[in-house]
């Protein structure tokens, strides 16, 4: 569950944490189940968005391997920094309209450590989904008017050395007490992605941070995301989370029999398909 950011001030070779949130200010200037049920029904919701997802891994390198094999182009190693005081890191492909971090631990003392400040959160479970069956998905969501009491459902304030100073994401209660369900949590503004609605617009990025402009282009194509199906298994779709996941346009959890994200870029106009398993539980539709 990790964010990328951006600072105007911070002039270092930091793409994670000092890029973003730079061009995400310049683009803007220009508990209790209620009962089971296998049926989604499908609402828009007015106040929450889908920003990011995140798909927690073992081997970031296989896994990194894996999507450049098809033709993605991922955030260099030396620009994807370490989330201080919570013991991950991540490696990075970023589309127009959102990115997707493979999310996974480098100090599995620091990750410990934090777990024991933050018991309510569920970052030592989801980094053993391996050993404990917990979905290994994480989704991030953004308030379209910044404001966290429209967040509707139970929520845990976390904050962490990595975050800006006095500031917050918050995650769903229920993503520790139900691992069956993607892990969800709403970032604050300065974190949310940075959009372009045009491929022509990422040329405008600063020269001094021209290097970032690569990172938004895909040899197989891709510009933005447009659908996200999420398939779970013995997952209660009736929770106030996956009701809030359900109602937000383009973005589906669902039952099945096994565990899988499947991602659709452009509306699937090249109409070719990639399934990336068993190395990835991804499926990607050009």
């Not at 073992?58 to 201080?84: M, Q, R, W, Y």
């Not at 127009?96 to 959160?121: A, G, T």
């Not at 918050?170 to 139900?178: D, G, I, V």
Request: charged share 25%; net charge negative; proline share 3%.
């Amino acid at each position: 569950m990790i964010i990328i950011s951006i600072h105007t001030q911070k002039l270092k070779l930091n793409y994670l944490f000092g890029i973003l949130l730079f061009l995400s200010c310049w683009s803007c200037q220009n508990a209790k189940p209620e009962g089971k049920s296998d049926q989604v029904t499908k609402t828009i919701s007015t106040d929450l968005d889908f920003d990011h997802f995140n798909i927690w891994v073992e081997n970031p390198i296989l896994a990194k391997e894996k999507l450049i094999d098809i033709g993605f182009t991922a955030v260099s190693d030396s620009l994807s920094d370490i989330h201080k005081g919570q013991g991950t890191t991540g490696r990075y492909f970023h589309f127009l309209n959102s990115y997707l971090e493979l999310i996974f631990v480098y100090d599995q003392k620091e990750l410990e450590e934090n777990n024991r400040i933050n018991k309510e959160l569920d970052f030592t479970e989801r980094a053993n989904f391996a050993e404990n069956g917990a979905l290994p998905f994480s989704i991030a969501l953004k308030l379209k008017d910044y404001d966290i009491e429209k967040i509707p459902f139970e929520k845990i304030r976390y904050h962490q050395d990595w975050m800006d100073k006095g500031l917050s994401i918050y995650t769903a209660k229920n993503s520790k007490k139900y691992l069956r369900e993607p892990s969800i949590f709403v970032v604050y503004p300065e974190l949310e992605s940075t959009q372009f609605n045009t491929l022509a617009d990422v040329e405008n990025i600063p020269d001094e941070y021209a290097f970032a402009r690569a990172f938004y282009k895909h040899p197989n194509g891709v510009k933005k995301l447009t659908k996200i199906i999420i398939t779970s298994t013995d997952l209660n779709l009736n929770t106030a989370t996956m009701q809030t996941v359900n109602s937000i346009e383009n973005l589906t959890v669902r039952n099945g029999t096994e565990y899988l994200m499947e991602l659709y870029f452009d509306n699937s106009m090249q109409g070719k398909s990639f399934d990336l398993r068993p190395e990835l539980p991804l499926k990607v539709y050009l």
